[in-house]
């Protein structure tokens, strides 16, 4: 299931994760950070989560597993080099430790100085009225 939408996420990612050579495939990406947000049940209107978490380990994880010795000089596990594998997976376990700590603690401090949520009538109403005294679309 292709969305314009997925496929676009697909194409931004395979930039940052690879080189544009690996946009098809990573369109695939995109429709699956678009299938499992619904499943996983985060709230993110920008797919940050999606789009840098999920594809930013996939492609640390992929390129344990596919580096090729000719490209890079570095063989992943399916040329042979289980350590590559390791390294790469003992590297997104860090990251994974290390922001979801300092995330913790900048959202901490935020709850500290002003609140996290807003309370419920602002939501409904919608942020640009509530924050800046205005709306931003007029749908009705």
């Known amino acids: 299931m292709?969305?314009?939408k997925a496929a676009l996420k697909g194409l931004l990612l395979a930039l940052a994760t690879f080189s544009p050579a690996f946009a098809a495939e990573k369109?695939?990406?995109g429709d699956t950070v678009w299938l499992l947000k619904p499943k996983l049940g985060y709230d993110d209107s920008l797919d940050a989560f999606g789009v840098h978490g999920l594809c930013g380990i996939w492609g640390a994880l992929a390129t344990g597993l596919l580096a090729d010795p000719s490209v890079s000089g570095k063989a992943g596990l399916f040329f042979g080099n289980v350590?590559?594998?390791i390294v790469q997976l003992i590297s997104v376990i860090a990251v994974i430790v290390y922001s979801g700590?300092?995330?913790?603690v900048v959202a901490m401090v935020v709850k500290a100085f002003v609140g996290l949520r807003v309370d419920e009538e602002e939501e409904f109403d919608?942020?640009?009225k509530a924050?800046?005294?205005e709306r931003g679309f007029e749908l009705e």
């Open 27 to 29: 369109i695939d990406s």
């Open 101 to 104: 700590i300092v995330s913790f």
């Open 131 to 133: 924050v800046h005294g």
């Open 83 to 85: 350590e590559q594998f």
């Open 2 to 4: 292709r969305t314009g």
């Open 126 to 128: 919608g942020l640009d």
